[in-house]
Nanobody, 122 residues
Framework: QLQASGGGLAHTGGSLKLSCAASGRTFNAMAWFRQAPGKEREFVAAVRVSASPTYADSVQGRFSISRDSAKNTVYLQMNRLKPEDTAVYYC????????????????????WGQGTQVTVSS
């Protein structure tokens, strides 16, 4: 139900924009996570209805999450990319229910996209 796209290769300082299209339903919250080789999946950013976006400290000020409700799509604009941003990026969404766990935790999410590779060269 979630289809991520937009990954690729960028140089340090460059930009990429990821998209995640939801099909079949709408979600009150959506997020991006990433996973680098040999590392655990980590939170990147989340957006939910009637709330301000939240970001990991490592991307605050460089990445921006947004959503287009008409297209049922969430975006991740990534600027000033660094080599440490290299990872597979996943979009995720929880079922539409009261969320009692942190949006920063992968366990909060019920649906995951297939992942898109982002590689930043130094």
């Amino acid at each position: 139900q979630l289809q991520a796209s937009g990954g690729g290769l960028a140089h340090t300082g460059g930009s990429l924009k990821l998209s995640c299209a939801a099909s079949g339903r709408t979600f009150n919250a959506m997020a991006w996570f990433r996973q680098a080789p040999g590392k655990e999946r980590e939170f990147v950013a989340a957006v939910r209805v009637s709330a301000s976006p939240t970001y990991a400290d490592s991307v605050q000020g460089r990445f921006s999450i947004s959503r287009d409700s008409a297209k049922n799509t969430v975006y991740l604009q990534m600027n000033r990319l660094k080599p440490e941003d290299t990872a597979v990026y996943y979009c995720a969404a929880p079922n539409n229910r009261p969320i009692n766990t942190s949006l920063r935790r992968p366990a909060t999410y019920d649906y995951w996209g297939q992942g898109t590779q982002v590689t930043v060269s130094s």
